[in-house]
């Protein structure tokens, strides 16, 4: 499954109402860091297929969620589980440390 494209008006229902996990990505499109944490995320995507939803959220085109979960740095990885956020990433990091967090919400 590819990564979702979000947008303030989805995010409910398909990031808090999801029954898998979900892995939300804040960013932008002009945000350098982001570009490199958005091929490990669309990874993740494809080697978690069934087990979790990977979602993209442009802090420019979801202003709303972004400043709901108070983003402040991108990008940033916030990990939802039962509607709830459990946990999150906060700049760039390696692929290891994405599936270590991700791990945790099976």
Do not use: H
Not at 64 to 92: E, H, L, R
Request: proline share 7%; charged share 30%; with cysteine.
């Amino acid at each position: 499954m590819a990564v979702i494209q979000m947008t303030d008006d989805r995010f409910e229902e398909v990031v808090l109402k999801s029954e898998l996990p979900v892995m939300v990505d804040f960013g932008a499109t002009w945000c350098g860091p982001c570009k490199k944490v958005e091929p490990i995320i669309e990874e993740l995507s494809e080697e978690y297929e069934g087990k979790m939803i990977a979602v993209k959220c442009d802090v420019e085109e979801c202003p709303g969620t972004a400043a709901k979960f108070g983003i402040m740095n991108i990008p940033t990885v916030i990990y939802f589980k039962d509607g709830q956020p459990v946990d999150k990433n906060v700049g760039a990091a390696p692929k290891k440390m994405f599936v270590e967090k991700l791990e945790k919400l099976f």
